[in-house]
């Protein structure tokens, strides 16, 4: 029954492309005023507000734009961890740049889900479903386990634990000393998924997992039991394409509040422990959602910039600017919110009013990936695997 449901999953896709692809080629459907509108964007001026300064960057060496994977660096105690598809895991100095160590593994392996760190461990995962632990002091390999299927996000490390989801909706916990299974959680599938898993959220002995059938749900570290569940998104609409409605952005916690948005357009705030929901407004996207002191930022599928205010979810601003650029997650940097798009262009927004601040072009390549923020620091990867980091200057 599961090849038969992958087999369903993978047609709906390979239709979609088609249909898609089908549509792009037809001439004469469309006007040349409807194609121009089809267009990005155009980069508009504007008198920049703070400055963004490039503090350093590295080519990590193959990306991810082959796989679809939206690879982020991890920051723990000065040090930057990322991997890149076919290129392994490096660590470096977060204030140069410099290399600590590198891990390149079997040149064949794709290295797309991580990587996690915690316990002394980084952790990566793979399309072929492996998952390595690596020591994070000096990158030798720990152990080495396996999964069903790809791995396309970061693993979570807690209690002597290595949680990781594979692409079947499947959450797997290791033990961390010695890469033996210790309990699985399975979520229930739809037909047709958006190419993307959130990463795992973790609480004091909670797990909060967001899944492609549109719910979020809380485990428990130790045992895997299911605590509660809270549906983001309702499969709306008459088409599996339609219907899609996946928590394909990281949940993000701050002390027992949980922020999370879905790929239909809806954001949400939740009490952790419990799994009330304290309100709930219909704007979000397939990213994660950036968090401010009193606002929250989110980026919609229609490449619109929205800040909610945190207390309640009322709209603070919106920033249209960026029409089929295909924005990344937001971060939050300071008092800026900060988006890249596909052609490799960062652009910060105040937070307070959502107006151009600052742009600047950090790579060639597509970013996809949310920016990650760390001391000040932001740092951002792009779909060939390079990354940069930026410090802000008044």
Known sequence: ??????????????????????????????????????????????????????????????GDA?????QRPVVDGGRVYAAAAGAGVRALNL?????????????????????GVGDGLVVVGSLDGEVIALDAMNGTERWRSKVNNEVIAAPAIQGGLVMVRSNDGRVTAFDAMSGAERWR????????????????????????????????????????AELWDVTVAQPEGRSELERMNDVDGQPVIDDTLLYVSSFKPRTLAIEAPTGRVLWMQENGGTGGVGLGAYRLAVTDAKDVVWALDRSNGAAMWQQDAFARRKLSAPAVQGDYVVVGDYDGYLHWLRMDDGQLAARSR???KAITAQPVVDDGMLLVQDSEGTLTAYRLEP
Do not use: H
Request: charged share 20%; aromatic share 8%; with cysteine.
């Open 1 to 62: 029954m599961q090849l038969n449901s992958r087999l369903t999953r993978v047609s709906a896709i390979a239709v979609c492309a088609v249909a898609l692809a089908g549509c792009s080629t037809m001439k004469g459907w469309f006007s040349s005023k409807e194609k121009k509108s089809e267009k990005p964007a155009e980069l508009v001026d504007f008198t920049a507000s703070v400055n963004p300064q490039k503090i350093w960057s590295v080519n990590l060496g193959k």
């Open 66 to 70: 082959a796989s679809g994977a939206r």
């Open 95 to 115: 204030d140069n740049g410099q290399t600590l160590w590198s891990w390149s593994g079997e040149k064949k392996s794709r290295w797309s889900g991580g990587p």
């Open 185 to 224: 959680w399975q979520a229930d599938m739809p037909a047709l998924t958006v190419r993307g898993n959130a990463g795992l959220t973790l609480g004091p002995g909670y797990l909060f997992v967001g899944n492609d059938n549109g719910k979020l749900v809380a485990l428990s570290v130790n045992e895997g």
């Open 362 to 364: 950090a790579s060639r």
